[in-house]
């Protein structure tokens, strides 16, 4: 069965870190683009970040540049968001999500054919 699930999410302090996991199985992640997504209570679902098959082309939004690092280890089945210098702004359910085959990065959900469960990052003092 193909599953993604993500995990590390939690409560952090503005200024504290957080590395949130997206575990595959029942497929190879290798041969496809990962995004990240995050929605907020009663806004869009916004794309976060993304990297590519090999994991050579990666793309953040905006507001995440230089903060966050997404990564990848074909060998684990895994991908990975290293955020830093979090915000309250960033408090969300953060989604991974698998792109349609032959599919590149794309910050459209309408890009991604499967999606986890999500896990919760909460940025309060």
């Known amino acids: 069965q193909l599953r993604l699930v993500e995990s590390g999410g939690g409560l952090v302090q503005p200024g504290g870190s957080l590395r949130l996991s997206c575990a595959a199985s029942?497929?190879?992640?290798?041969?496809?683009?990962i995004g990240w997504f995050r929605q907020a209570p009663e806004k869009e679902r916004e794309g976060v970040s993304c990297?590519?098959?090999?994991?050579?082309?990666?793309t953040y939004a905006t507001s995440v540049k230089g903060r966050f690092t997404i990564s990848r280890d074909n060998a684990e089945n895994t991908v990975y968001l290293e955020m830093n210098s979090l915000k309250p702004e960033d408090t969300a359910v953060y989604y991974c999500?698998?792109?349609?085959?032959?599919?590149?990065?794309?910050?459209?959900?309408?890009?991604?054919?499967?999606w986890g469960q999500g896990t919760q990052v909460t940025v309060s003092s």
């Open positions: 029942g497929f190879t992640l290798d041969y496809y683009a």
């Open positions: 999500a698998k792109a349609h085959p032959g599919y590149g990065c794309t910050f459209s959900p309408a890009g991604y054919a499967s």
């Open positions: 990297i590519s098959t090999s994991g050579r082309v990666t």
